[in-house]
């Protein structure tokens, strides 16, 4: 079964650092995620993208939260300076459509565990 | 107000019983999609069954079925058969709107099978 992959899957980092977190979707995919998960709350919306470009963000997603699909097969979100508060996991998803049934389930990597210090 | 509200925080549910997971949502749009995901201690999301809002039947996937009641803006998760590596955290989320493209999740269920 294809799945979506993540790395790395935990990363610790400095207040102030930037990260990346990376995925790579499911190669058919046309729709991607990003989700984070801060222990012991709900999963929460970040962001999507489609076509190159962003279609929907949360406002969780400031200034501070970039994505990028810098090539065929990779999806990238990128926080410039992190926060304590930025601890969470990561997930990235992605589906092959929307809106149209069973088949815009999404499907999602492991997650990356963020942890900033 | 909540879109998607799970009341049970945690459930326990003896091997091979049959349990239900509560899920009531609230939106306004006529279109919409409900997805059960199931999340084990290692974290991973795995989704498990879907509705949509205009489906007349209840959605079923193996053991997993979806107990879908549009007026009262509800969808359980029915799980029978339970066994052990039923162990997990169980979230309802919704997809509103035809285009929509963002999941609203509850807060999660989680559920303990006794052996």
């Known amino acids: 079964e294809p799945e979506v992959t993540q790395t790395p899957s935990h990363q610790v980092t400095q207040m102030g650092q930037e990260v990346i977190l990376r995925c790579v979707p499911i190669?058919?995919?046309?729709?991607f995620y990003w989700y984070r998960q801060i222990l012991g709350q709900k999963v929460e919306f970040l962001v999507s993208?489609?076509?190159?470009?962003?279609?929907?963000k949360s406002e969780i997603f400031d200034d501070q939260f970039s994505v990028e699909r810098p090539d065929g097969s990779n999806f990238t979100l990128k926080i410039r300076s992190t926060k304590l508060e930025d601890s969470a996991m990561y997930f990235c998803?992605?589906?092959?459509?929307?809106?149209?049934?069973?088949?815009?389930?999404?499907?999602f990597g492991s997650g990356t565990q963020l942890s900033v210090l | 107000a909540q879109k998607i509200t799970q009341t049970q925080p945690g459930m326990f549910v003896q091997e091979k019983e049959a349990v239900t997971l509560d899920c009531t949502y609230d939106?306004?749009?006529?279109?919409?999609?409900l997805f059960w995901y199931k999340q084990p201690s290692s974290g991973e999301m795995i989704f498990l069954i879907y509705?949509?809002?205009?489906?007349?039947q209840n959605a079923t996937e193996g053991r997993y079925s979806l107990n879908f009641q549009k007026a009262r803006k509800s969808a359980n998760l029915v799980i029978s058969a339970s066994q052990l590596g039923d162990s997990a955290m169980y979230f309802c989320?919704?997809?509103?709107?035809?285009?929509?493209?963002?999941?609203?999740f509850g807060a999660g269920t989680i559920l303990r099978v006794k052996s």
């Open positions: 998803a992605s589906s092959e459509v929307i809106g149209a049934g069973k088949d815009e389930k999404l499907f």
């Open positions: 190669s058919n995919h046309l729709y």
């Open positions: 993208f489609y076509n190159n470009e962003i279609s929907e």
């Open positions: 939106t306004s749009d006529p279109s919409y999609g």
């Open positions: 509705q949509g809002s205009y489906d007349q």
């Open positions: 989320a919704m997809r509103e709107g035809a285009d929509g493209n963002k999941l609203v």
